[in-house]
């Protein structure tokens, strides 16, 4: 008998993803929904690969794999994943790089526009039977001829800025490592000075990973440079907006509002003042969630394990570590 595969599961993906292990018959699955470090520590020793949402994957847990050669990320972003005990090991990290770039830049115009607009409040006023008291709401903004600043533009920051400039707004972007020639032909405007050009943009929406230099990147002291019409986004990670310093600045009408679909503890504990700011609009980390995506990334989560078995996964998608 041929040996199969072991692929662990961990947390359930799309069923289109599931249909690609489920007609090919080199490979077996576990699912877990247990994301207990104890649980994952027992399910790991003899899995040849792990596929993972965002439930953390720490070192005391990859140690203990015998045969694991790949995890394959449901998604972009990789710090829920020990990265340096997966070097050691030589496991490789794929990431479902084609999939999420759209439904995360449609959910940022989402925000922007939710909050620009007064999405909850406009909402809240006709159900509550205040349709008659409009005159005395608080003001909405348009976002036509207005500046945006995009902060990282790789897949996301570059899907993105199309829709900014469908909406006739001025983009700019700051990201030190993607040329001035390569932001030109897309429409934008490449700036260096992050602090300098803050001072004049409309809105900010952050695309960059969360690492040691991005971490607090947006904090009381930036903030307080802002517009006061400033509307700021974070659908990157939680950390690269200081939570404390946000409300700080939202509560002293330093800037306008604010989206966040990410957060520095997720779930972000009750306590958390910017759960009850009425000038930050929420959602649970769920900017990729689209049933489109949720299918392109089940499948690309599961097709990146086949082609890394079958030698044929792109090096686009390997983290490098
Ligand atoms: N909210 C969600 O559900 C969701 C979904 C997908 C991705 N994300 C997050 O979005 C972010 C971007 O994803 P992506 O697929 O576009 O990644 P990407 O790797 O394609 O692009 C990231 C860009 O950030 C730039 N960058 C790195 N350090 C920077 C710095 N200090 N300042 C400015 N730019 C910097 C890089 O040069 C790169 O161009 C990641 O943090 C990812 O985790 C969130």
Not at 236 to 258: M, P, S, V
Request: aromatic letters at 6%.
């Amino acid at each position: 008998m041929t040996y199969k595969k072991k692929i662990l599961i961990i947390q359930s993906i799309h069923k289109e993803g599931m249909k690609l292990l489920e007609k090919n018959s080199n490979y077996e699955y576990e699912i877990v929904e247990d994301i207990s470090i104890n649980n994952l520590k027992s399910k790991i020793i003899n899995c040849d690969a792990v596929a993972i949402r965002t439930s953390k994957l720490p070192a005391e847990v990859i140690k203990l794999s015998k045969n694991l050669k790949i995890i394959s990320r449901h998604g972009v972003g990789y710090d829920n994943i020990d990265l340096k005990s997966s070097k050691e090991k030589n496991i490789i990290i794929a990431i479902t790089a084609m999939s999420n770039a759209v439904a995360v830049a449609e959910h940022v115009m989402f925000m922007l526009l939710s909050i620009s607009k007064g999405k909850n409040m406009y909402h809240e006023s006709v159900k509550s039977g205040n349709f008659n008291e409009r005159n005395k709401l608080s003001k909405t903004i348009e976002i036509w001829n207005k500046n945006f600043l995009i902060i990282g533009f790789g897949r996301i920051g570059q899907s993105l800025i199309k829709r900014c400039l469908g909406f006739e707004m001025n983009v700019f972007v700051y990201d030190p490592f993607v040329s001035k020639e390569k932001i030109e032909s897309l429409g934008g405007k490449k700036v260096d000075n992050i602090a300098e050009t803050v001072k004049s943009m409309d809105a900010i929406s952050l695309h960059m990973p969360l690492n040691k230099d991005t971490k607090n990147m947006i904090n009381y002291n930036l903030l307080k440079t802002m517009k006061k019409n400033c509307i700021i986004i974070n659908a990157a990670r939680g950390g690269i907006i200081n939570e404390n310093d946000l409300n700080k600045a939202l509560n002293e009408n330093l800037i306008f509002g604010a989206g966040l679909d990410v957060f520095e503890i997720e779930p972000p504990q009750k306590e958390n003042p910017l759960l009850k700011n009425d000038k930050v609009f929420l959602s649970p980390h769920t900017a990729a969630f689209t049933e489109e995506c949720m299918i392109r990334m089940g499948k690309e989560t599961i097709q990146n394990i086949i082609d890394f078995f079958e030698k044929n996964l792109q090096k686009s998608k390997i983290v490098k570590l």
